[in-house]
């Protein structure tokens, strides 16, 4: 599919030369104002805009800032034509955000090089962001097999507590509860991150973690580090690797999924909205598939039993209002359940 360059310039003959240029390997619009690519840029998004600088009514400084502050066009690479060297105005225009400039009159094959090269690096920046995902998600996913190949009672968990969040994050934006904290944040990194909730295990011992019968009151208390021990853990790769917005997802998911909201949860026992959000959803999808999964302690709570169970202890142990959600969306959770559930034994 061919990509759509914009050519805005009032002079005839440099949106001629450029079409010349480039309509063979791009869609070519020539617009001659600002003002016109404003009442088509919505319909016919550019992948590329060539924008002079030197208009009437609105020139292309006044554009280009117009154009950064809608984030629906922020991203789109902006490279000037004129036929100003001026050492300042280039300065000016890599500030606002401008990509390159091309000085006027261009020759059709600079031109053509200019815009390639940009597309080029468009593509390569997009193709390297997919390998750091792809490789970001293949660690993640290690990880979080090496815990729960340790842990024999929790097959499957951490599969399925993901899917559960993203259900339950997708039906708060739509009914609109934290929905703007939710938007902001990129969804696929927050459900890969929400996989590493029980890293913490890693320090757990494998006595405690695959004891047959329920923990003693020393065993549990120890049980229960997992949380600071997951926060620690992914602290250390923090430090080494930088703020990842994946990193901090999945450190909150670690360290507060066993929160209360009435205060009487671990480790730290804050209790409402000093739970952090992402914590208060965890809860509630760890809780759901811990009831309905067979443990060496007891057998599994069918989903009509979770459910109940959840909605008696919402306003105690979890966030009403999350809560709510759940009931409304407690069929996807049953689905996901059924289709993925290991068979009692």
Known sequence: MQKTIYVVDDNDTNLITAKEALKDQ????????????FSLIDRVPPDLILLDIEMPDMDGFEALAVLKENSEHAGIPVIFLTSMTDTEIEVKGFQLGVVDFITKPF???VLTNRVRTHLNIDDIIRERTAQLQHLQNGIIYVLADMVESRDEGTGGHVDRTAIYIEILMKAMIENNLHAEELRDMDMESLVSSARLHDVGKIAISDTI????????DQEFAIMKTHTIEGEKFIDQIISRTGSV?????????????HERWDGQGYPYRLQHDEIPLLGRIMAIADVYDALISVRPYKKP?????ATKIIMENAGTQFDADIADIF?????EFEKVASEMQPPAV
């Open 107 to 109: 020759s059709p094959p």
């Open 209 to 216: 973690l695959n004891k047959p019968g329920r923990l003693d």
């Open 245 to 257: 917005e994946f990193l901090t997802s999945a450190k909150l998911f670690a360290g507060y999924h």
């Open 26 to 37: 791009y869609r070519v619009m020539t617009l001659p104002s600002a003002a016109r690519m």
């Open 327 to 331: 009931y409304q969306v407690r069929d």
């Open 301 to 305: 709570f069918s989903h009509e039993e």
